[in-house]
């Protein structure tokens, strides 16, 4: 079992800088994909960003925001730059089982709000 913990939310301006942690307890999370998606309200869950081997970017977030990983502290990062009001959204950490594209993200965190004024 894995538990996911988000933290970083908050408000700010467009223009500005972000940065999510998401801390991670339980099993193995070295041998693991790590992703961000978010929620924006009315609207349905989108995934963001991940991290198997390599990282990898939905193609809105590309350039501007970059996930990373530290597997000694368990834990996956969302820096997140040159934010826009259409980036405000609930952010949630996820995590799979194993490295496989084919797997499901099976463990998710709470969720921490991100919001963008114009």
């Known amino acids: 079992q894995v538990q996911l913990v988000e933290s970083g939310g908050g408000l700010v301006q467009a223009g500005g800088s972000l940065r999510l942690s998401c801390a991670a307890s339980g099993r193995t999370f070295s041998t693991s994909t790590v992703g961000w998606f978010r929620q924006a309200p009315g609207k349905e869950r989108e995934f963001v960003a991940g991290?198997?081997?390599?990282?990898f970017y939905a193609d809105s977030v590309k350039g501007r925001f970059t996930i990373s990983r530290d597997n000694a502290k368990k834990t996956v990062y969302l820096q997140m730059n040159g934010l826009k009001p259409e980036d405000t959204a609930v952010y949630y950490c996820?995590?799979?089982?194993?490295?496989?594209?084919?797997?499901?993200?099976?463990?998710w965190g709470q969720g921490t709000q991100v919001t963008v004024s114009s």
């Open positions: 996820a995590a799979k089982d194993d490295f496989r594209a084919s797997s499901e993200y099976k463990y």
């Open positions: 991290f198997s081997l390599l990282p």
